[in-house]
């Protein structure tokens, strides 16, 4: 039979290195190799559980396998299977059908025989997976970090020390720990958040995720552990853990469910102790089609002319967390051929694109956004992205190399796609520049999209429907608007995942002669409407009208009724 270790290895689940370290500990304490790996935290339940399903040569079994109530109930106490961590699945002609976190344990597969008397044909289903399940069965469902705390406990005297951090470094390295924040981590992906944010109060620590858009509270470690479990996540990506009065910027990677994670994180000081904010960044995620995030089909054809052109600036705007990166990383995707040689300039560098020369800036060294652009200028790019444009002097500079032959993509902390203009001219940017410069902005909010399992129809006004009608032909023969109610298959909320509306100021003959007398934002607008340009809020009516997401989710982002 093969080494577990060296399966893992062969997966690309577990370097070398670690390898042999775990190899050592098993030496020196005798311990089971699948009960180290959980301890130390190096490989994720489902990674190892696939690892002994190739081991062991039996069926790997997830939650979908397990059955609704508890087998053999009053033969197999809650206690053994949770301590054994095996879960008799179904009875077959040849025997019990037993999901085992390891199939190695002869033990808990004789006891199982033995309270059965029937013989046990073993599979392998992952330790959280299994967790989860007792917790549904014996627990009235807790989560598995809530176990952990629990598991635990607290001490009120330890909460009022102020560990060293030597000590620090010790309890980070600890198995509840580690179990601790791995599980967090679990969590949020499993729960497709897009945030974690861990914060310290005098009396609590809270754990919240934001979940498409919205925060949500979990269930937070006792105080006592706040200094720990931020010196684990300050170990993971890097950072300084003696250093507990300044600001810190960090990145680590953390692979679950055969997936490898970004995380960016920051931590900032407060009154009672250090906060910590980390972004999750999923680089499949960036090989997403323009139309799977939300765009029409006209919209998108109207960007892709753009971004044919060799020169000229393409905006994106919109608030922080409206998908503005996900959208210019799209645009990236697009241009990014061995014929163009692309430039970004970025604070910070989200994800990282091959064949893309991508620089990360850094004003505590003078290293701003507009040296870095002037710097591009001398090494002959096609295209150049610029992150976000947050003064005249970089604005000025982006607009002359759009003038000069370059096509420019940046974005803009503006309400509306029409807005960008007079922000540019606010910032010192002549206006006569603009109209020979601005191919194209893009406005644009995200939007949760409704569950398709629990989604529920409402009455749909026919005069939404005419509105809707007049901008753009429907997608669907049966427009129909819908509410969310929340379902096993959401996880509650009523929403899966988000999607983008949006609107495109291209601007024509007519938007060019205003631009010229610097007239309004509302009167651009006005002019780009008359023009055929239709409003987020319009884009974000045709969703919910084809069943996609809510109206009061579109009411949400856009403010207008």
């Known amino acids: ?53 190739l081991q062991h040569d039996v069926p790997l079994v997830g939650p979908d396998a397990f059955p609704a109530a508890l087998l053999f109930d009053g033969k197999l106490s809650a206690r053994f299977l949770r301590e054994t961590r095996v879960l008799p699945l179904a009875e077959a002609e040849d025997g019990v059908v037993l999901a085992m976190a390891d199939p190695g344990d002869l033990y808990a597969r004789q006891a199982v025989e033995l309270a059965t008397r029937r013989p046990v044909r073993p599979c392998v289903a992952a330790t ?18 809530e176990r952990i705390v629990d598991d635990i406990g607290s001490d009120p005297e330890e909460s009022a020390r102020d560990p060293d951090v030597e000590h620090l470094r010790d309890l980070a390295q600890e198995a509840p720990v580690i179990r601790l924040v791995n599980q967090i981590f679990s969590d949020a992906i499993r729960l497709h958040a897009s945030d974690i ?21 979990m269930k937070g470690p006792p105080v ?49 102790g250090e906060n910590v904010v980390i972004r999750l960044l999923d680089t499949a995620g960036m090989d997403i ?29 919109g608030p922080t967390g409206s998908g503005k990166t996900t959208t210019l990383y799209g645009a990236l995707r697009i241009l990014n051929q061995p014929s163009r040689k692309i430039l970004t300039v970025e604070d910070p560098i989200e994800y990282q694109i091959k064949g893309v020369n991508q620089i990360h800036v ?37 607009v002359h190399a759009a003038l000069t032959g370059h096509l420019v993509l940046s974005t803009l902390h503006t309400n509306n796609a029409a807005g960008a203009v007079n922000r540019l001219l606010d910032m010192g940017v002549d206006n006569y520049l603009l109209t020979s410069t601005i191919g ?24 939404l429907v005419e509105r809707a009608q007049a901008v753009r032909p429907l997608a669907t023969a049966t427009p129909q608007l819908y509410e969310s109610v929340g379902c096993s298959a959401c996880d509650g909320l009523g929403y899966t995942s988000r999607i983008g509306i949006f609107e495109y100021f291209a601007p024509d003959d007519a938007v060019r002669e205003l631009l010229r007398d610097k007239v309004s934002t509302t009167a651009l607008a006005q002019a780009a409407r008359a023009g055929g340009m239709v409003t987020m809020f319009e884009d974000g009516l045709h969703k919910c009208l084809a069943g996609l997401t809510t109206l009061d989710e579109v009411h949400r982002v856009t403010e207008e009724w």
């Open 224 to 272: 006592r552990l706040a200094p720990a479990l931020v010196s684990r996540i300050k170990i993971l990506s890097r950072l300084d853990i003696a250093e507990r009065r300044l600001p810190q910027d960090g990145r680590a990677r953390f692979g679950v469910g055969g997936r490898s994670m970004d995380m960016r994180v920051a931590t900032i000081p407060t009154l009672h």
């Open 362 to 398: 850094r004003p505590q060294i003078g290293l701003d956004f507009a040296r870095v652009l002037r710097s591009c200028m001398r090494h002959d790019p096609d295209v150049i992205m610029v992150g976000e444009i947050r003064d005249g002097e970089t604005a000025n500079i982006a």
């Open 1 to 53: 039979m093969k080494p577990l270790l060296d399966i893992l290895v062969e997966l690309g689940k577990l370097g070398p290195e670690d390898r042999t370290r775990v190899s050592r500990l098993q030496e020196s304490s005798g311990d089971a190799v699948p009960a180290l790996l959980s301890k130390l935290g190096l490989v994720s339940g489902r990674d190892q559980a696939l690892a002994l399903s």
């Open 289 to 317: 089609a323009l139309t799977a995030i939300g765009f029409a089909p006209e919209v998108e054809a109207a960007l892709l002319r753009q971004l044919a052109k060799p020169h000229g600036i393409l905006l994106v705007t």
């Open 197 to 217: 944010h861990v914060e310290c109060y005098r009396d609590e620590v809270k754990v919240r995720y934001r979940i498409h858009g919205i925060l949500r509270e």
């Open 128 to 145: 959280e997976d299994l967790d989860d399940a007792f917790a549904r069965y014996f627990e009235s469902g807790r989560t598995a970090v």
């Open 440 to 463: 194209g902005v893009i406005g644009q909010r995200l939007v949760r999209k409704l569950c398709p399992e629990c989604r529920r129809p409402v009455t749909t006004p026919d005069e």
